[in-house]
Protein backbone atom coordinates (compact mmCIF):
# COMPACT_ATOMS: atom_id res chain seq x y z
CA UNK A 1 0.00 0.00 0.00
CA UNK A 2 1.06 3.52 -0.95
CA UNK A 3 1.42 5.89 2.16
CA UNK A 4 3.14 8.56 0.44
CA UNK A 5 0.53 11.80 1.27
CA UNK A 6 1.64 14.14 -1.31
CA UNK A 7 -0.08 12.02 -4.17
CA UNK A 8 -3.26 11.43 -5.63
CA UNK A 9 -1.61 8.79 -7.67
CA UNK A 10 -1.18 5.21 -6.14
CA UNK A 11 1.97 4.83 -8.37
CA UNK A 12 3.82 7.39 -7.22
CA UNK A 13 5.79 7.38 -3.99
CA UNK A 14 7.48 10.78 -4.69
CA UNK A 15 5.79 14.57 -4.67
CA UNK A 16 5.34 15.76 -8.29
CA UNK A 17 5.09 18.90 -9.96
CA UNK A 18 2.03 18.16 -11.40
CA UNK A 19 0.77 16.96 -7.92
CA UNK A 20 1.65 20.20 -6.32
CA UNK A 21 0.31 22.74 -9.31
CA UNK A 22 -3.26 20.46 -8.94
CA UNK A 23 -2.76 21.34 -5.27
CA UNK A 24 -2.06 25.17 -5.74
CA UNK A 25 -4.04 25.93 -8.36
CA UNK A 26 -6.76 23.10 -8.72
CA UNK A 27 -6.57 21.88 -12.08
CA UNK A 28 -3.87 20.74 -14.59
CA UNK A 29 -1.39 23.79 -14.97
CA UNK A 30 1.79 24.00 -18.23
CA UNK A 31 4.93 25.18 -17.97
CA UNK A 32 5.70 27.14 -21.38
CA UNK A 33 9.07 27.06 -22.43
CA UNK A 34 10.58 30.63 -23.17
CA UNK A 35 14.03 31.75 -24.80
CA UNK A 36 14.50 35.58 -23.26
CA UNK A 37 17.14 36.07 -25.49
CA UNK A 38 19.69 36.67 -22.44
CA UNK A 39 23.55 35.89 -22.77
CA UNK A 40 25.16 33.82 -19.73
CA UNK A 41 27.76 35.64 -17.46
CA UNK A 42 30.25 32.08 -18.54
CA UNK A 43 29.93 32.98 -21.89
CA UNK A 44 30.31 36.35 -22.37
CA UNK A 45 33.19 37.43 -20.49
CA UNK A 46 31.45 38.91 -17.19
CA UNK A 47 33.19 35.77 -14.86
CA UNK A 48 34.88 33.68 -17.75
CA UNK A 49 34.31 32.24 -20.82
CA UNK A 50 33.35 29.34 -22.89
CA UNK A 51 30.32 28.41 -20.25
CA UNK A 52 29.66 24.89 -18.34
CA UNK A 53 30.92 22.32 -20.44
CA UNK A 54 27.70 20.58 -20.88
CA UNK A 55 25.85 23.55 -21.89
CA UNK A 56 24.70 23.23 -25.54
CA UNK A 57 24.33 25.56 -27.93
CA UNK A 58 20.81 26.98 -26.70
CA UNK A 59 21.81 27.44 -23.42
CA UNK A 60 20.48 24.05 -22.32
CA UNK A 61 16.93 25.46 -23.33
CA UNK A 62 16.64 23.19 -26.15
CA UNK A 63 13.01 23.13 -26.29
CA UNK A 64 12.08 26.76 -25.64
CA UNK A 65 10.96 28.70 -27.62
CA UNK A 66 12.42 30.39 -30.90
CA UNK A 67 14.33 34.07 -29.37
CA UNK A 68 13.69 35.40 -33.17
CA UNK A 69 10.22 35.55 -32.04
CA UNK A 70 9.01 38.12 -29.44
CA UNK A 71 8.10 36.55 -26.28
CA UNK A 72 3.87 36.89 -26.68
CA UNK A 73 4.51 35.13 -30.03
CA UNK A 74 6.42 32.50 -28.18
CA UNK A 75 4.28 32.22 -25.51
CA UNK A 76 1.36 31.75 -28.01
CA UNK A 77 2.89 29.19 -30.12
CA UNK A 78 4.26 27.04 -27.27
CA UNK A 79 0.65 26.89 -25.80
CA UNK A 80 -0.84 26.08 -29.07
CA UNK A 81 1.49 22.74 -29.53
CA UNK A 82 0.84 21.64 -25.89
CA UNK A 83 -3.15 22.43 -27.01
CA UNK A 84 -2.40 19.32 -29.57
CA UNK A 85 -2.71 17.52 -26.53
CA UNK A 86 -4.39 18.48 -23.71
CA UNK A 87 -6.80 21.37 -25.25
CA UNK A 88 -8.86 21.68 -21.90
CA UNK A 89 -5.66 23.55 -20.12
CA UNK A 90 -6.23 27.25 -19.12
CA UNK A 91 -3.64 27.95 -16.83
CA UNK A 92 0.31 28.56 -17.43
CA UNK A 93 3.46 29.09 -16.01
CA UNK A 94 6.04 31.08 -17.90
CA UNK A 95 9.17 29.55 -18.15
CA UNK A 96 12.32 31.34 -19.00
CA UNK A 97 14.43 28.53 -19.34
CA UNK A 98 17.62 28.51 -21.46
CA UNK A 99 20.94 30.69 -20.65
CA UNK A 100 20.75 32.65 -17.74
CA UNK A 101 17.26 35.08 -16.62
CA UNK A 102 18.51 36.94 -14.50
CA UNK A 103 21.38 38.47 -16.40
CA UNK A 104 20.60 41.77 -17.16
CA UNK A 105 19.72 45.14 -15.38
CA UNK A 106 16.22 45.43 -14.04
CA UNK A 107 14.48 47.72 -16.46
CA UNK A 108 15.34 44.39 -19.31
CA UNK A 109 14.18 42.05 -16.77
CA UNK A 110 10.98 43.86 -15.95
CA UNK A 111 10.21 44.84 -19.79
CA UNK A 112 10.81 40.77 -20.98
CA UNK A 113 9.13 39.61 -17.90
CA UNK A 114 5.45 41.75 -18.04
CA UNK A 115 5.40 40.83 -20.86
CA UNK A 116 4.73 37.33 -20.73
CA UNK A 117 2.95 37.42 -17.25
CA UNK A 118 0.16 39.33 -18.42
CA UNK A 119 -0.43 36.98 -21.32
CA UNK A 120 -4.10 35.43 -20.73
CA UNK A 121 -3.85 32.02 -18.49
CA UNK A 122 -0.66 32.93 -16.88
CA UNK A 123 -0.78 32.03 -13.24
CA UNK A 124 2.61 32.11 -12.42
CA UNK A 125 6.20 32.55 -13.76
CA UNK A 126 9.51 30.13 -13.08
CA UNK A 127 13.16 31.94 -14.12
CA UNK A 128 16.37 29.65 -14.47
CA UNK A 129 19.34 31.80 -13.19
CA UNK A 130 23.20 31.41 -12.07
CA UNK A 131 23.43 32.12 -8.10
CA UNK A 132 26.31 34.41 -8.83
CA UNK A 133 23.08 36.59 -10.67
CA UNK A 134 21.74 37.53 -8.01
CA UNK A 135 22.25 41.20 -7.60
CA UNK A 136 20.29 43.40 -4.71
CA UNK A 137 17.97 45.46 -6.59
CA UNK A 138 16.96 42.01 -9.36
CA UNK A 139 16.11 40.29 -5.71
CA UNK A 140 13.86 43.11 -4.94
CA UNK A 141 11.96 43.24 -8.25
CA UNK A 142 11.87 39.27 -8.17
CA UNK A 143 10.39 39.78 -4.81
CA UNK A 144 7.77 42.13 -6.09
CA UNK A 145 7.16 39.57 -8.78
CA UNK A 146 6.44 37.22 -5.91
CA UNK A 147 3.98 39.91 -4.72
CA UNK A 148 1.63 38.99 -7.82
CA UNK A 149 2.43 35.88 -9.18
CA UNK A 150 3.26 31.80 -8.29
CA UNK A 151 6.83 32.52 -8.39
CA UNK A 152 10.15 29.90 -8.75
CA UNK A 153 13.53 30.47 -9.19
CA UNK A 154 15.78 27.89 -10.72
CA UNK A 155 19.09 27.67 -9.34
CA UNK A 156 22.01 25.46 -11.14
CA UNK A 157 24.03 23.77 -8.96
CA UNK A 158 24.61 20.66 -10.31
CA UNK A 159 27.60 19.43 -7.34
CA UNK A 160 28.37 20.51 -4.85
CA UNK A 161 32.20 19.23 -5.07
CA UNK A 162 34.38 21.88 -6.37
CA UNK A 163 36.59 19.74 -8.31
CA UNK A 164 33.75 18.67 -10.64
CA UNK A 165 32.97 22.40 -10.59
CA UNK A 166 36.22 23.51 -12.14
CA UNK A 167 36.22 20.52 -14.58
CA UNK A 168 32.89 21.90 -15.74
CA UNK A 169 33.79 25.29 -15.52
CA UNK A 170 30.84 26.20 -13.50
CA UNK A 171 32.55 29.41 -12.72
CA UNK A 172 31.16 29.54 -9.33
CA UNK A 173 31.61 28.22 -6.06
CA UNK A 174 29.48 26.48 -3.48
CA UNK A 175 29.51 29.17 -0.62
CA UNK A 176 27.84 31.57 -3.89
CA UNK A 177 25.09 29.32 -4.47
CA UNK A 178 24.26 29.12 -0.78
CA UNK A 179 24.22 32.89 -0.38
CA UNK A 180 22.13 32.68 -3.45
CA UNK A 181 19.07 30.75 -1.72
CA UNK A 182 19.61 33.13 1.03
CA UNK A 183 18.77 36.00 -0.50
CA UNK A 184 16.10 34.68 -2.15
CA UNK A 185 14.43 32.80 1.03
CA UNK A 186 14.53 36.52 2.66
CA UNK A 187 11.88 36.88 0.33
CA UNK A 188 9.78 33.49 0.72
CA UNK A 189 11.04 33.43 -2.83
CA UNK A 190 10.18 29.42 -3.74
CA UNK A 191 13.99 28.19 -4.79
CA UNK A 192 14.05 24.84 -7.06
CA UNK A 193 18.03 23.50 -6.99
CA UNK A 194 19.16 21.36 -10.20
CA UNK A 195 21.75 18.83 -9.62
CA UNK A 196 22.97 16.69 -12.10
CA UNK A 197 24.21 12.82 -11.66
CA UNK A 198 26.89 11.65 -13.90
CA UNK A 199 29.12 14.18 -14.24
CA UNK A 200 32.70 13.07 -15.26
CA UNK A 201 34.65 11.74 -12.75
CA UNK A 202 31.67 11.70 -9.80
CA UNK A 203 31.13 8.07 -7.97
CA UNK A 204 27.10 7.35 -6.94
CA UNK A 205 28.25 8.10 -3.61
CA UNK A 206 30.28 11.68 -4.37
CA UNK A 207 26.03 12.26 -6.31
CA UNK A 208 24.17 11.21 -3.38
CA UNK A 209 26.84 13.73 -1.27
CA UNK A 210 25.33 16.67 -3.66
CA UNK A 211 22.24 15.83 -2.72
CA UNK A 212 22.23 15.32 0.81
CA UNK A 213 24.23 18.72 1.45
CA UNK A 214 22.13 20.62 -1.16
CA UNK A 215 18.78 19.59 1.38
CA UNK A 216 21.11 19.89 4.77
CA UNK A 217 22.88 23.17 3.79
CA UNK A 218 20.30 25.10 1.83
CA UNK A 219 16.01 25.90 2.29
CA UNK A 220 15.20 24.94 -0.64
CA UNK A 221 11.60 24.19 -1.95
CA UNK A 222 11.98 22.32 -5.12
CA UNK A 223 14.43 20.41 -6.54
CA UNK A 224 15.12 19.15 -10.46
CA UNK A 225 17.17 15.36 -10.39
CA UNK A 226 18.93 14.94 -14.11
CA UNK A 227 21.13 12.85 -15.97
CA UNK A 228 23.72 13.85 -17.72
CA UNK A 229 22.81 14.22 -21.28
CA UNK A 230 26.54 14.36 -23.92
CA UNK A 231 24.85 17.00 -26.21
CA UNK A 232 26.77 17.46 -29.59
CA UNK A 233 29.17 20.79 -30.55
CA UNK A 234 29.61 20.96 -26.01
CA UNK A 235 33.30 20.89 -25.21
CA UNK A 236 32.18 18.30 -22.94
CA UNK A 237 32.82 15.97 -25.96
CA UNK A 238 36.08 15.88 -25.28
CA UNK A 239 36.12 14.50 -21.59
CA UNK A 240 34.05 11.53 -23.14
CA UNK A 241 36.97 10.75 -25.78
CA UNK A 242 39.41 11.22 -23.83
CA UNK A 243 37.82 8.71 -21.25
CA UNK A 244 36.91 10.95 -18.49
CA UNK A 245 33.44 10.42 -18.43
CA UNK A 246 31.31 7.32 -18.44
CA UNK A 247 27.67 7.04 -19.21
CA UNK A 248 25.77 5.52 -16.58
CA UNK A 249 23.51 2.67 -17.36
CA UNK A 250 19.97 3.03 -16.70
CA UNK A 251 19.70 0.43 -13.78
CA UNK A 252 22.45 2.19 -12.36
CA UNK A 253 20.78 5.54 -12.59
CA UNK A 254 17.23 4.36 -11.23
CA UNK A 255 19.01 2.92 -8.48
CA UNK A 256 20.78 6.37 -7.51
CA UNK A 257 17.28 8.26 -8.05
CA UNK A 258 15.47 6.06 -5.73
CA UNK A 259 18.05 6.43 -2.86
CA UNK A 260 18.21 10.12 -3.58
CA UNK A 261 14.34 10.15 -3.30
CA UNK A 262 14.35 8.73 -0.06
CA UNK A 263 16.73 11.49 1.33
CA UNK A 264 14.42 14.04 0.11
CA UNK A 265 12.40 15.78 2.69
CA UNK A 266 8.91 15.01 1.60
CA UNK A 267 7.42 18.78 1.33
CA UNK A 268 10.31 19.10 -0.89
CA UNK A 269 8.61 19.31 -4.64
CA UNK A 270 10.49 17.29 -7.05
CA UNK A 271 10.16 18.98 -10.64
CA UNK A 272 12.07 16.48 -12.41
CA UNK A 273 13.98 12.82 -12.03
CA UNK A 274 15.15 12.61 -15.91
CA UNK A 275 15.25 14.87 -18.91
CA UNK A 276 14.44 15.42 -22.13
CA UNK A 277 16.81 16.29 -25.21
CA UNK A 278 16.37 16.20 -29.09
CA UNK A 279 17.12 13.11 -30.60
CA UNK A 280 19.63 14.73 -32.96
CA UNK A 281 21.40 16.61 -30.45
CA UNK A 282 22.43 13.64 -28.19
CA UNK A 283 25.57 11.33 -27.89
CA UNK A 284 24.38 9.60 -24.87
CA UNK A 285 23.00 7.69 -23.09
CA UNK A 286 20.49 6.85 -25.87
CA UNK A 287 18.11 5.13 -23.59
CA UNK A 288 17.58 8.81 -21.64
CA UNK A 289 15.69 9.19 -24.28
CA UNK A 290 12.88 6.60 -23.49
CA UNK A 291 11.63 9.50 -20.70
CA UNK A 292 8.39 7.61 -19.75
CA UNK A 293 10.97 4.22 -19.39
CA UNK A 294 12.87 5.57 -17.34
CA UNK A 295 10.29 7.16 -15.09
CA UNK A 296 8.23 3.76 -14.86
CA UNK A 297 11.10 2.11 -13.78
CA UNK A 298 12.15 4.65 -10.68
CA UNK A 299 7.95 3.93 -9.69
CA UNK A 300 8.55 0.45 -9.98
CA UNK A 301 11.73 0.25 -8.03
CA UNK A 302 10.25 2.83 -5.23
CA UNK A 303 7.39 0.28 -4.90
CA UNK A 304 9.43 -2.90 -4.82
CA UNK A 305 11.65 -1.38 -2.20
CA UNK A 306 8.52 -0.43 -0.23
CA UNK A 307 10.02 3.02 -0.42
CA UNK A 308 8.87 6.82 -0.82
CA UNK A 309 9.94 10.19 -0.64
CA UNK A 310 12.09 11.02 2.95
CA UNK A 311 11.69 7.52 3.76
CA UNK A 312 15.60 8.29 5.07
CA UNK A 313 14.56 11.82 5.43
CA UNK A 314 17.89 13.54 5.71
CA UNK A 315 17.20 16.55 7.49
CA UNK A 316 15.45 14.26 10.23
CA UNK A 317 18.32 11.52 9.49
CA UNK A 318 21.89 13.42 9.46
Known amino acids: MNQFKFTNDPNKRYHTWNYALREQFGE?????????????????????HGGCTFCSVSGSGDFAGDRIDPLPIQFQKEVQMMHNKWPNVTKYIAYF???TNTHAPVAELR???EQVVNEKGVVG??????PDCLPDDVVDYLAELNQRYYLWVELGLQTIHEKTSQLINRAHDYQTYLDGVEKLRKHNINVCTHLINGLPGETTEMMLESNKRMILDSDIQGVKLHLLHLMRNTKMVRDYHEGRLKFMDMETYVNLICDQVEQIPPEIIIHRLTGDAPRDTIIG???SLKKWEVLNAIDRE???????QGAKNIRLHG
Open 125 to 130: IQIATR
Open 302 to 308: LKQRNTF
Open 285 to 287: PLW
Open 111 to 113: HKF
Open 28 to 48: KVFKVPLDGGFDCPNRDGTVA
Open 97 to 99: QNF
